[in-house]
């Protein structure tokens, strides 16, 4: 088993950054890609962004390119997600998610493990 925990969130103004981090614990050697995803209120669960073990060609939903930055630190077994320029719908839980697939997908299906979330909520 793998357990994912992300802390990080928080209430910011627009046009502000906060950074995400999702520490990860366990049989964390059986899993490879790392990804986020959020899910606003009434919304389905989506995409943002993901990384392969390596650290190389990270993955971003068109909606965050540019001003989110995923990467990852395998000493600490911890993915962070730097999000600047946030507006005020970036609002949603955000999810932490591993895989044991090395390549990079955006479906919720191929990620086995999964964190708790942590609110992030961007004001006007």
């Known amino acids: 088993q793998v357990q994912l925990v992300e802390s990080g969130g928080g209430l910011v103004q627009a046009g502000g950054s906060l950074r995400l981090s999702c520490a990860a614990s366990?049989?964390?050697?059986?899993?490879?890609?790392m990804a986020w995803f959020r899910q606003a209120p009434g919304k389905e669960r989506e995409f943002v962004a993901s990384i392969g073990r390596s650290g190389a060609s990270p993955y971003y939903a068109d909606s965050v390119k540019g001003r989110f930055a995923i990467s990852r630190d395998n000493a600490k077994n911890t993915v962070y997600l730097q999000m600047n320029s946030l507006k005020p719908e970036d609002t949603a839980v955000y999810y932490c998610a591993t895989s044991i697939y090395s390549a990079i997908y955006t479906d919720t299906h191929r990620y086995g493990y999964w964190g708790q979330g942590t609110q992030v909520t961007v004001s006007t």
């Open positions: 366990g049989r964390t050697y059986s899993t490879d890609a």
